[in-house]
């Protein structure tokens, strides 16, 4: 089944403890992103890579750290955590990236509920 | 600067038909998707429109207007399910413009 795999679903952590969100998809998609979900801001853009070993910030990269060393992953990484990225947060991928039309569109992962405490 | 925008919240009665507009302020423009995102689940992909006109697909169609920054999202036969959020995105030109997001409309269905 072609899917984005993400995980884990729930993750309660605290202040400064290193933690990693892992994303992978099996649609052979060169475009990946990652976003966060917060209520009355919508989704705002983390990270995001066009392809293998091409990564880019999007339009809230700090606090984050992302690697896209294989097609199919894209692990989110948060250095040192802090209650400010408590967050409902989605991988997503599409077959193409920006300006592709409708291959830009992103099927998305299933999400990961952090709280940072 | 990129602007979207969509009403917050709807609501509407079952069996009834809504209509959910967005309208957007973009540097470049390539094409409209409408996603539905149920509470606490991933957004889902509903439609994509490039050209002006009405895309029907079952009780879902969308529509846009490029001249006028315009496309709205017509549900049909409104079932309890059809509770949800919708978002609208944006597709830009190429390069480093990823697809912008509005705020979504949550649409509550009443019976």
New interface residues.
Partial sequence: EAQVTQNPRYLITVTGKKLTVTCSQNMNHEYM?WYRQDP????R?IY?SMNVEVT?K?DVPEGYKVSRKEKRNFPLILESPSPNQTS?Y?CASSLK??????N????????T?LSVL | GQNIDQPTEMTATEGAIVQINCTYQTSGFNGLFWYQQHAGEAPTFLSYNVLDGLEEKGRFSSFLSRSKGYSYLLLKELQMKDSASYLCAVSRNSGNTPLVFGKGTRLSVIA
């Fill in positions: 992103s009355g801001l919508g989704l853009q995001y880019d999007g409902l989605f990236g920006p300006g592709f039309g409708a830009e569109k992103l099927f998305f992962g299933s999400g509920q």
